[in-house]
């Protein structure tokens, strides 16, 4: 089976750096993604990482390390329109290609 | 593109009813998903098809619930008889070669009365 762990809930200030953790169990691991959701709205892709390494996509980069099950989201300069919910999810080929998601972590970020 | 289209945005419906939710994904992804989302559980995938065909529908409720997806273009997810604890956001998503970024539709929500 899948199973991934993230904080539930994150606050941090406006302007500021944020780090969103992710540790994860899955068989036919294939790669990790991030996805932002605001109240009321829907899932949006931010990043994925297939390698080790750092991927950097604007304000936001995300990591992985394949050998510690390991990932985190990396939020720069921080903003107000970045108050949201996080995922991790992780890309399995067990059976198929699928992708599970954590359970996320709240952002709340304040001025 | 318009994107992953759901319907209907909002259901309130009573116990007992059958409600159907209906999606369709964006042209030429060969890969469609149907999580649920909920406070309790967070998101689940319930179940998905890569080629119009179920690959696996191991997260699937119970046999109150089915999927379909007669053609590349539309699929359903049904509920008969619906109760209260399926009450949640139904996400429809796709994508193109199964692996990296979904799509999501902008989902579902369910009252079960």
Redesign the interface.
């Known amino acids: 089976g899948q199973s991934l762990e993230q904080p539930s809930e994150v606050t941090a200030v406006e302007g500021a750096i944020v780090q969103i953790n992710c540790t994860y169990q899955t068989s036919g691991f294939y790669g990790l993604s991030w996805y932002q959701q605001h109240d009321g709205g829907a899932p949006t892709f931010l990043s994925y990482n297939a390698l080790d390494g750092l991927e950097e996509t604007g304000r936001f980069s995300s990591f992985l390390s394949r050998s510690d099950s390991y990932g985190y989201l990396l939020l720069q300069e921080l903003q107000m329109k970045d108050s949201a919910s996080y995922f991790c999810a992780v890309g399995s080929n067990t059976g198929g290609f699928k992708t599970i998601f954590g359970a996320g972590t709240r952002l709340f970020v304040k001025a | 593109d318009a994107g992953v289209i759901q319907s209907p945005r909002h259901e309130v419906t009573e116990m007992g009813q059958e409600v159907t939710l209906r999606c369709k994904p964006i042209s030429g992804h060969d890969?469609l998903?149907w999580?649920r989302q909920t406070m309790m559980r967070?998101?689940e995938?319930l179940i998905?098809f890569?080629n119009n065909v179920p690959?696996?529908d191991s997260g699937m409720p119970e046999d109150r619930f089915s999927a379909k997806m007669p053609n590349a273009s539309f699929s359903t997810l049904k509920i008969q008889p619906s109760e209260p604890r399926d009450s949640a956001v139904y996400?429809c998503a796709s994508t193109t070669?199964?692996?990296?970024?979904?799509?999501?539709?902008?989902?579902s929500r369910l009252t079960v009365l």
């Open positions: 890969y998903f999580y967070g998101l995938l998905y890569n690959i696996d996400f070669g199964g692996a990296g970024e979904l799509f999501f539709g902008e989902g």
